[in-house]
């Protein structure tokens, strides 16, 4: 993903989009292991710069199908699973849920942090109003993140 901010550097003009991803899971799995998700799928494509996430697609038979005639993914899962009346939420379901609870459309991404970032911190003076300072530290201690305003 980072490969994203090295073309967003070159062309910060033009929109990155994040399309087609697949978030599988075990189908006997019986928890929902979504935070490596989360973060793989939000935190660090919104932070390198993609204007969204799309997955492979949504819905899919048992069998992850259907496919087009010159193939497709046969691992990768809808975000449900459709068999005949009979809907199953996969992973993918949940990690696009807690997003889209949390990022409304017309949102826009503000900022972000990964371990390790280095963060400048400007202040004024207590004594002096005409003096600023300036601290940099490194953010080792913290979970990556992105902030969104909506």
């Not at 989360?38 to 494509?45: E, L, N, S, T, W």
């Not at 932070?47 to 993609?50: G, K, Y």
């Given at each position: 993903?980072s490969?994203?901010?090295?073309?967003?550097?070159?062309?910060?003009?033009?929109?990155?989009?994040?399309?087609?991803?697949?978030?599988?899971?075990?189908p006997?799995?019986?928890?929902?292991a979504?935070?490596a998700q989360?973060?793989?799928?939000?935190?660090?494509?919104t932070?390198?710069?993609?204007r969204?996430s799309?997955?492979?697609?949504?819905?899919?038979?048992?069998?992850?199908?259907?496919?087009?005639?010159?193939?497709g993914?046969?691992?990768?899962?809808?975000?449900?699973?459709?068999?005949?009346d009979?809907?199953?939420?996969?992973?993918?379901?949940y990690?696009?849920?807690?997003?889209?609870?949390?990022?409304?459309?017309?949102?826009?991404?503000?900022?972000?942090?990964?371990?390790?970032d280095?963060?400048v911190?400007?202040?004024?003076d207590?004594?002096?109003?005409d003096?600023?300072?300036?601290?940099?530290?490194?953010?080792?201690?913290?979970?990556p993140n992105?902030?969104f305003?909506?």
């Open positions: 993903m490969a994203m901010t090295v073309i967003h550097n070159a062309f910060p003009h033009k929109h990155l989009y994040f399309t087609e991803q697949m978030v599988t899971e075990n006997q799995t019986t928890t929902i979504i935070a989360v973060k793989r799928m939000i935190i660090d494509v932070r390198n710069w993609s969204n799309i997955l492979w697609n949504f819905a899919a038979d048992p069998l992850n199908d259907p496919h087009t005639d010159d193939g993914c046969s691992m990768c899962q809808g975000a449900v699973i459709l068999d005949g009979k809907v199953t939420k996969n992973l993918a379901y990690v696009i849920a807690h997003a889209s609870k949390f990022i409304r459309p017309g949102s826009v991404r503000i900022g972000s942090t990964n371990p390790g280095m963060t911190a400007l202040t004024t207590e004594q002096n109003r003096i600023t300072r300036v601290a940099t530290y490194n953010n080792f201690d913290i979970l992105v902030a305003r909506t």
